[in-house]
């Protein structure tokens, strides 16, 4: 018995294997590596597969007695998805029901997926919980939200059960093996604002200032890659014992401003961080902060990184000795 991690090489996969093998779990990787890191997979059989691929998937379902699938391969930008949303409509949505197929044909009927806080869109209250409406605000949420969609019918249809995480924003990096946050473009917050402690940007953008928060900038709830890891593997256990179509919040349930983040990266890195200001960013809500009680009811999670002044660290930790990511 064993699990297959789709996009297992990106930067959440490559910590969920990493999780999933310090629990004795036998994992297989398939990554087209169009943006996964062939070095961020370490012990585990690598297959260089696109999830379309069915005939191949196929085989490594029934070469490794695969019973449950961890998917994470996608395209998971924002901003892209609003300029190329048929390229998110076929690798998200039309891709992930080729797996399906594939699943479905060998009998492999567990999948847990990586979804995102992008399926709320505008937020109707603070925190946010599960069952408030899913409104995306742009292809890549929308693209997410089908897939969680399709689920539901597949379960109807075949027997499928799954488990749809949504994350709030993902940081930090491993704590003892050489893995972290790589992206290329990078666009995320933490990363930006440690390449800046680096010396590797001249400022970061602080986009917009003038949202309705104590300090005027967008409030986020960061959440350790390990703890999104670790609610990988309980749902994992999960689904082998039970479950059915169910979908779970995971983030620390503080927000953050961005002027808080760039200031605890201040004090973390001892650095000076040029902070400048810019106009906003079309799409982005004020405040994204999640309810995670389900999960830690339903899953028995239990977040070990709750401070942002950790997550930060280990984030810091990961740039200053791969200031050029996987390329080091
Ligand atoms: N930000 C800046 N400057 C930057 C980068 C980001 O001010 O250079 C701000 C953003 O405007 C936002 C906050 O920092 O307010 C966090 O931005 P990120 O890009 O790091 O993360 P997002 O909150 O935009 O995105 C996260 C996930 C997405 C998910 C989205 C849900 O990374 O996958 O939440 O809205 F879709």
Same mark, same amino acid.
């Given at each position: ?6 996009g ?5 996969g ?13 994992? !297989?990787?398939? #990554? ?6 062939r070095? &961020? +997979? ?7 597969? /696109?999830?379309? /691929?069915?005939e191949? !998937?196929?085989?490594?379902?029934? #070469? ?9 391969a ?30 479905v044909?060998?009998?492999?009927l567990?999948? +847990?997926f990586?979804?995102?806080? &992008? ?8 925190? =946010?919980?599960e069952?408030?409406?899913? +409104? ?22 075949y ?18 093996l ?7 473009p990078e ?15 001249p400022h970061?953008? =602080?986009?917009?200032? /003038?949202?309705?928060?104590? #300090?005027?900038?967008c ?7 390990? /703890? ?25 349930g ?8 760039i200031?605890?990266?201040?004090? +973390?890195?001892?650095?000076d ?10 799409? #982005? ?28 660290a ?8 791969h200031?050029?990511?996987?390329e080091?």
């Amino acid at each position: 018995m064993s699990v297959l991690v789709t996009g297992g090489a990106g930067y959440i996969g490559s910590h969920t294997v990493a999780e999933l093998v310090a629990h004795g779990e036998d994992v !297989v990787v398939i #990554d087209n590596l169009r943006q996964g890191h062939r070095a &961020a +997979v370490r012990d585990v059989p690598l297959y260089e597969v /696109d999830i379309r /691929d069915t005939e191949q !998937v196929g085989r490594i379902l029934r #070469d490794h007695k695969v019973d449950t699938v961890v998917h994470f391969a996608a395209n998971s930008l924002v901003g892209e998805s609003v300029e190329k949303p048929l390229q998110y409509y076929e690798n998200n949505v039309a891709a992930t029901a080729k797996l399906l197929s594939a699943m479905v044909d060998n009998g492999v009927l567990n999948i +847990v997926f990586s979804s995102t806080a &992008a399926v709320y869109g505008e937020p109707v209250r603070t925190p =946010i919980h599960e069952e408030d409406p899913t +409104v995306p605000t742009n292809p890549y949420g929308e693209t997410k939200l089908a897939i969680e969609r399709m689920f539901r019918w597949c379960h109807q249809a075949y027997g499928l059960k799954s488990i749809s995480l949504r994350y709030f924003n993902a940081a930090g990096a491993h704590p003892t093996l050489p893995i972290g946050e790589d992206h290329n473009p990078e666009t995320h917050l933490i990363p930006i604002v440690l390449q800046a402690a680096l010396g590797q940007r001249p400022h970061v953008s =602080i986009f917009g200032n /003038d949202y309705p928060t104590p #300090d005027g900038t967008c409030i986020r709830d960061y959440v350790h890659v390990m /703890d999104l890891a670790s609610a990988h593997r309980l749902s994992v256990n999960r689904l082998r014992t039970g479950g059915g179509v169910e979908a779970f919040n995971l983030g620390s349930g503080t927000g953050f401003s961005v002027q808080q983040v760039i200031d605890v990266a201040r004090e +973390v890195t001892g650095r000076d961080i040029l902070a400048v200001h810019s106009p906003r960013r079309p799409g #982005d809500p004020a405040v994204l902060v999640a309810s995670s009680d389900k999960a830690k009811q339903v899953l028995g999670w239990k977040p070990q990184y709750d401070d942002l002044s950790t997550i930060v660290a280990s984030a810091w930790a990961w740039h200053q000795s791969h200031p050029n990511g996987y390329e080091d």
